[in-house]
């Protein structure tokens, strides 16, 4: 049989993405034009102008893609799209080009939850199998999920408040250092001591999969205003090292502790911040401590991009998920 080829399309946030991927497995297309140079200007993301770039880039970017993979759309199965959760009118940029093609082609239109999309990313390149546990860690999220052989979720626990990426990019403004600040609290952080401050680590003890990440954020912000009232320099590399460490330290406790009390083998971590050097490294040796298997996906498929949802809308496909052309965009979902 020939490849199941799948058009996945993404614009929840600040990419718009396309990327054509055959048997959930090989990219043979991808574009991703990032909205990041824009937004820098202003700090973070504005949605209006998140928007106003989609719609004017999103149609070249599918044809790029599709030019890319030298596909015609008659060698297409379906066309999976982002519904959710994200900023509405991004998202619906995305849901709008994604219902035009299927309107215009005839193909199935395969609705994708963001979060499904970043699990996905570990489907690419033959690195695990169904099932396994999730990590998910992005701007927007911090969850653990137990995902089955026919791509279910269950969700274990998350954040009750800040996301991670969310802490990060919040700590960096505070340090000065310029949106997206992750990477960059990630570089500072190695080259801080982490011990030089004791931050907390909000619900370690407490025998659930949840976060918060909010105290921490609070933390770090009082210890740079008593510094600044008197006029004393702000250590933003040992701020950015304390501040990593505790965030890593919860991050790999509670989800070490729910792969030993599921007795799952394989540990999935996805998300913008899958690329932090620090929690990659704690991680991996906690995983070969406690015996269970560690899977990042690559560095270009942690962050948004397309490819991740097409991954995800193969899975949904085999098992007969599709919408009809009413589908909406939602700006919060779960899963
Ligand atoms: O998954 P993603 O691209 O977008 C969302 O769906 O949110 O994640 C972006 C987030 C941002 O908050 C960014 O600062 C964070 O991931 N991030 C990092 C690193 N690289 C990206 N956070 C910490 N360390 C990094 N190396
Ligand atoms: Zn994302």
Redesign the pocket.
């Known amino acids: 049989a020939s490849a199941v080829r799948i058009l996945g399309i993404e614009t ?2 600040d ?1 718009t993405a396309a990327a054509v991927v055959a048997d959930g497995r090989l990219i043979i297309g991808q574009t991703i034009a990032s909205q990041i140079a824009i937004h820098t200007r202003f700090g973070g993301v504005v949605p209006e102008v998140a928007s106003r770039v989609h719609v004017e880039t999103v149609t070249q970017v599918v044809h790029e893609t599709m030019r890319q993979a030298n596909t015609s759309w008659t060698d297409l199965d379906g066309i999976a799209v982002t519904l959710g959760p ?1 900023l509405l009118g991004a998202l619906l940029v995305g849901v709008s080009a994604a219902k035009g093609y299927a309107l215009a082609t005839g193909l199935p239109l395969i609705p994708v939850h ?1 979060i499904a999309g ?1 699990v996905a990313a570990a489907l690419i390149d033959g690195g695990v199998e169904l099932p396994f546990l999730a990590l998910v ?5 911090t969850e653990i999920l137990r995902v089955d052989e026919q791509f279910y979720f269950t969700r274990l626990g998350g954040t009750k408040d800040d ?4 802490a ?2 919040k700590v ?1 403004r505070m340090v000065g250092l310029a ?5 960059k ?3 500072m952080a190695a080259l801080g001591n982490p011990d030089a401050f004791h931050f907390p680590r909000s619900m370690m003890e407490e025998d659930n999969y949840d976060f918060s990440f909010s105290g921490l954020k609070t933390a770090v912000l009082n210890e740079i205003n008593q510094r600044r009232q008197k006029g004393q320099e702000v250590p933003v590399a040992d701020l950015c090292a304390g501040f ?1 460490q505790a965030v890593v330290d919860v991050l790999v406790e509670k989800a070490a502790r729910a792969m030993n009390q599921t007795k799952s083998h394989q540990l999935v971590v ?10 990659r490294r704690v991680l991996q040796d906690r995983a070969k401590h406690d015996g269970f298997h560690v899977h990042f996906p690559p560095m270009s498929l ?3 991009n397309a490819a991740m949802i097409a991954a995800a809308g193969t899975k949904l496909l085999s098992r007969g998920f599709t919408h009809d052309l009413s589908l909406d965009a939602y700006a919060n979902l779960s899963l």
């Not at 996301?163 to 969310?166: K, P």
């Not at 949106?179 to 990477?183: D, V």
């Open positions: 929840s946030c990419e994200g963001h970043h860690v992005s701007g927007g999220h996301a991670a990426g969310e990060y990019d960096a949106y997206p600040g992750g990477p609290v990630d570089a990593q996805a998300g913008g911040v899958a690329a932090n050097q620090g929690l942690c962050t948004d």
